[in-house]
């Protein structure tokens, strides 16, 4: 029982499910659609038939009303019919034939003679241009004329001049080829006529509906089908799936957009979980690049504060060195992260003019100078002829050269040799439009592997682990987001134990100011 009163909930929700799908909507539609179809084409089909039968009787029966003109008697010296013989002519007329009705109609169009009952007139005059029309025979059958027995019934007829013994016209014989008994049988044939057709067109009608409408309905909402499939599989956090609609036009489109749409959700997720990553990555190298200079800044200051009465001055001085390296340290770190965040915040403003990038070149050599010779590096530049200037933001260019010029200094020797290298300054001239600056070293190189996170922030090579020398591993990352400011791109060629070369483009002034 309780089984029951739960089934029965179900159920109404699966009927109410049912009604809400777009094939149950679809199915109605062509249901309602083939009725409707059906519906007209019934009474389109009854309407031409009624037309036709309507024509074929006129037609049989246009020489009905001369026949029976000919045997109708005019008085020739009151110029009156005989009304007796007249109704005996109508009823027996009408006898032979009971679906017709006689009257005889003046040239004015009054009924002049009848065979009806008095109550079942309702005319007393009708129009007779349709009965012209119908003498005339130019005008197309059927031809409908007024029923005396109706006020606004119009029926086929057969006409017929009556003319006097002199031959002049008297009135006319108007017959009404469809009587009260002739509409009334046709009335009830209709009825059971009307009632077995609609029933057999319900029959073939629900027949096709079922039939085609399934297949049809079928065939359409596949791809519907297909899509349905796809979101419930983009709700379930499959972001990799695609659809592949057969058809063409809207689905099409709409396939397409999805498909879209998943590919740049499964782009955004990938680069919130890289973003994630590099987030994690960032706080754990930052936490060690604070923690190492801070526990030796805070070693050193206990050492000092214990041992303050058993250190000479030597002893002090080296140590508040030590400190003074790593709060440097600390310091450069801290700006870099900084600048970093203001390049990748769009913070930073370009300020660009025009400048001379071979003197920027050469002054700043001249600074590296002290600090290649303690590496026992080589500096030199090269340059061009006739190079004009170039334009961008000179500040910002600077610290570009200054990080590529550091790092070759810094980490292009031969690993283990304690040998320098040489460090290349080119600037050179590929086109018209723009300057190229290139920073090279001779030393022992990046491996292949490496290259592609060259860029990534706190990345460090295996060259620079083996060296031992420090670094924030943000002066590349800075380098390439200047460079790409300026509308241009770091890049790097490397082979181990050939060296490395970092290159970039500027507009040349020209250019630039157009």
Known sequence: MANSK?????????I??????????????????????????????????????????????RPLADSIAK????????????AGRMKQVFDGAMVINPSIELYLVSLEGRVVAHAAPPDK????????????????????????????????????????????RDGSPYGYLYIILSGEDYTRAVAATREGF??????????????????????????LTGDLRELTLFVRSIQGG?????????????????????????????????????????????????????RTPLASIEGYLETILMKENFLNESEREHYLQIILKNTRSLSRL????????KLEANQITVHAEAFSITELVQDILSGFRVQADGHGAVLTSRFDTDLPFVYGDISLIERVIRNLVDNAIRYGGHSGSGEGCNVLVLVSRPDDRHLRISVSDSGSGISEAELPYLFDRFYRSDTVRVKG???????LTIAKKITELHGSDLTVRSREHQGTAFSFDLPVHIEAAL
Not at 71 to 82: A, S, Y
């Open 238 to 290: 499959d972001f990799s799936r695609r659809l592949a609609v057969s058809s063409k036009g809207d689905l099409a489109e709409l396939a397409a957009a999805f498909n879209d749409m998943s590919g740049k959700v499964e782009t955004s997720i990938a680069k919130l979980t890289s973003t994630d990553a590099l987030r994690r990555e960032l706080i754990a190298n930052v936490s060690h690049d604070l």
């Open 334 to 341: 801290v700006a870099a992260l900084f600048e970093l965040s």
């Open 194 to 219: 009307v009632f077995a057709v609609l029933v057999r067109t319900l029959i073939v009608s629900l027949f096709a509906a079922v039939i085609i409408g399934l297949f049809v309905i079928y065939f």
């Open 469 to 475: 020398r420090g670094g924030s591993g943000l002066g």
């Open 6 to 14: 739960g089934g029965f909930p179900v159920m109404l929700q699966s």
């Open 121 to 164: 007139m309702r005319r007393t005059a009708i129009a007779l241009e349709p009965v012209t029309r119908f003498l005339g025979k130019t005008s197309a059958l059927p031809v409908f004329g007024d029923d005396p027995r109706s006020l606004d019934a119009q029926k086929i007829f057969s006409a017929a001049l009556l003319p006097n």
């Open 71 to 82: 045997v109708m008697q005019i008085d020739t010296l009151t110029g009156e019919v005989d």
């Open 16 to 61: 109410a499910a049912l009604g809400r799908s777009l094939q149950f909507k679809l199915s109605a539609l062509v249901i309602v659609l083939l009725f409707s179809v059906s519906g007209v084409y019934l009474v389109s089909v009854m309407n031409a038939s009624e037309r036709y039968v309507a024509e074929a009787v006129q037609r049989l029966n």
